[in-house]
C-alpha cells in the first residue's frame, strides 16, 4: 500500500508563502501524474496543480502564476511552492497521485493552510 504523507501546512497572512511537502513510500517516478488537490469548507475538492511522470505540468487559474509544483526523484516528494497567498486559498490541500498501470488512486491525509486577511 502506497503511503503519501504531507507536511508544511498553517497559518501565514495575506500575501505570504509556504511550502508544501508530500513524502510517498514509493518511488515516484513510477506514478504516471502526481500533484495537489484542495478542498475549502463547504466546497468541491478541486485540483490546484499536477505533474507528470516527464514533468509536464497543470495548474488550475485561480493559482497559476503564484504556485509552483515540482517534485524530486530522488527524495520521493512533491512539492507545491505557494506564494502571493490569498484568503480563498484556505483549504485542506491534498497529495495526490496516479498510477496509469494499475489505474489507482492515492491519496494523503492531507495539510490544513490558512490565510488570514
Known amino acids: 500500500q502506497v503511503q503519501l504523507v504531507e507536511s508544511g501546512g498553517g497559518l501565514v497572512q495575506n500575501g505570504g508563502s509556504l511550502r508544501l511537502s508530500c513524502a510517498a513510500s514509493k518511488n515516484i517516478a513510477s506514478f504516471t501524474v502526481t500533484g495537489w488537490h484542495r478542498q475549502a469548507p463547504g466546497y468541491k475538492r478541486e485540483v490546484v496543480a499536477t505533474?507528470?511522470?516527464?514533468?509536464?505540468?497543470y495548474y488550475a487559474d485561480s493559482v497559476k502564476a503564484r504556485f509552483t509544483i515540482s517534485r524530486d526523484n530522488a527524495e520521493n516528494t512533491v512539492y507545491l511552492q505557494m506564494d502571493s497567498l490569498k484568503p480563498e486559498d484556505t483549504a485542506v490541500y491534498y497529495c495526490y497521485a496516479f498510477s496509469i498501470l494499475d489505474s489507482v488512486e492515492y491519496w494523503g491525509e492531507g495539510t490544513l493552510v490558512t490565510v488570514s486577511s
Open positions: 505533474i507528470t511522470g516527464n514533468d509536464i505540468t
